[in-house]
């Protein structure tokens, strides 16, 4: 069965300090990983799609990796607005359905 | 519209009663997607529509769920009888063709007393 597994759960920051986020796969024949930044009261916000290992994707502070069993989001410098909770997802199987795993909470504190 | 709009944002429904729930997608997006989000839960599929080809409804947990799709535009998800587990946030996405750039809405957060 396709999963996706997020560590931490949630992470706290201070301003200013890097980090990343996890994201571990298992899915037949991966089609693309997608993170999303999901802010409290709004639907998911999506950020990246990454389609095979070794690429990257850069957006302001956020860079998102790939390897072939795992997806790293990191974090440089952090700001208080960069708080939020990171969604990654798959296809699952040969479908357009994603699946998302549970999320990873950041905070950053100013 | 400019994005994908969800009405009502938040529905408190009697156990035992029937709730419909809109989604109008961004126009010209192709394909329409449900899903709910529960506390301290991931993003769970329930249905997928993809233009005029029948609806993926594998995700549906059981027979009081349907959704239906106007004209390749409006969406709506019914579901009937509610229970107090059907209480979450349900979200609706659109994308062109595929999942790259699938997009949001806010959300209808239903509530079961």
């Known amino acids: 069965e396709d999963q996706v597994t997020q560590s931490p759960e949630a992470l706290r920051l201070q301003e200013g300090e890097s980090s990343s986020l996890n994201c571990s796969y298992t899915?037949?024949?991966?089609?693309?990983l997608f993170w999303y930044r999901q802010d409290p009261g709004k639907g998911p916000e999506f950020l990246f799609t990454?389609?095979?290992a070794g690429e990257e994707k850069e957006k302001e502070r956020l860079k998102a990796t790939l390897t072939k069993k795992e997806s790293f989001l990191h974090i440089t410098a952090p700001k208080p607005e960069d708080s939020a909770t990171y969604l990654c997802?798959?296809?699952?199987?040969?479908?357009?359905?994603?699946?998302f795993g549970k999320g990873t909470k950041l905070t950053v504190n100013p | 519209g400019a994005g994908v709009s969800q009405s009502p944002s938040n529905k408190v429904t009697e156990k035992g009663k029937d709730v419909e729930l809109r989604c109008d997608p961004i126009?010209?997006?192709?394909?329409l997607y449900w899903y709910r989000q529960s506390l301290g839960q991931g993003l769970e599929f329930l249905i997928y529509?993809?233009?005029?080809?029948?609806?993926?409804k594998s995700g549906l947990p059981s027979d009081r769920f349907s959704a239906e799709r106007t004209g390749g535009s409006v969406s709506t998800l019914t579901i009937q009888r509610t229970q107090q587990e059907d209480s979450a946030v349900y979200l609706c996405?659109?994308?062109?063709?595929?999942?790259?750039?699938?997009?949001f809405g806010s959300g209808t957060r239903l509530t079961v007393v």
């Open positions: 996405a659109s994308s062109e063709t595929s999942t790259v750039g699938y997009t």
């Open positions: 899915v037949s024949g991966l089609r693309g």
């Open positions: 990454l389609y095979s």
């Open positions: 997802a798959v296809p699952q199987g040969g479908s357009e359905k994603l699946v």
């Open positions: 126009s010209g997006h192709t394909a």
């Open positions: 529509f993809q233009g005029n080809s029948a609806p993926d």
